[in-house]
């Protein structure tokens, strides 16, 4: 089973950065397509970014051009690299995994279709707990 643990969230002034990791410390799948998620109170958890075993990137509408995910393999982590927050960006982040599947667009990993948008996991394998992300304006 791999094991997943976010780090690096925080509060941070509007207009900054902020840099999220998550390593897994279980079992290291090298098939997993990889992805970033977040969660505000009283809102279905959504995909921000996802990046597969062939490095192949996508992310949310919201996101794109100030969000960079990406991993390091060997280190068996993910990262969340995010510019230019604004208030909106203010959630819960998790990282996800789901085995042997690529990338859809959207900024998650392909998913069957009958578990899309149906919590607790959204179809994805593994979640970590997550970390609290605040924007402060």
């Known amino acids: 089973q791999m094991q997943l643990q976010e780090s690096g969230g925080g509060s941070v002034q509007a207009g900054g950065s902020l840099r999220l990791s998550c390593r897994n410390s279980?079992?290291?799948?090298?098939?997993?397509?990889w992805s970033w998620w977040r969660q505000v109170p009283g809102k279905e958890r959504e995909g921000v970014a996802a990046?597969?075993?062939?490095?192949?990137?996508s992310y949310a509408d919201s996101v794109k051009g100030r969000f960079t995910i990406s991993r390091d393999a060997d280190e068996n982590s993910l990262y969340l690299q995010m510019d230019n927050l604004n208030a909106e960006d203010t959630a819960m982040y998790y990282c996800?995994?789901?085995?042997?599947?690529?990338?859809?667009?959207?900024?998650?990993?392909?998913?069957?279709?009958?578990?899309?948008?149906?919590?607790?996991?959204?179809?994805?394998?593994?979640w970590g707990k997550g970390i609290l992300v605040t924007i402060s304006s």
């Open positions: 279980g079992y290291k799948y090298s098939g997993a397509c």
């Open positions: 990046i597969g075993s062939d490095d192949t990137t």
């Open positions: 996800a995994t789901i085995l042997y599947r690529p990338v859809n667009p959207g900024g998650v990993c392909y998913t069957p279709p009958e578990s899309r948008g149906v919590g607790p996991n959204y179809g994805m394998d593994y």
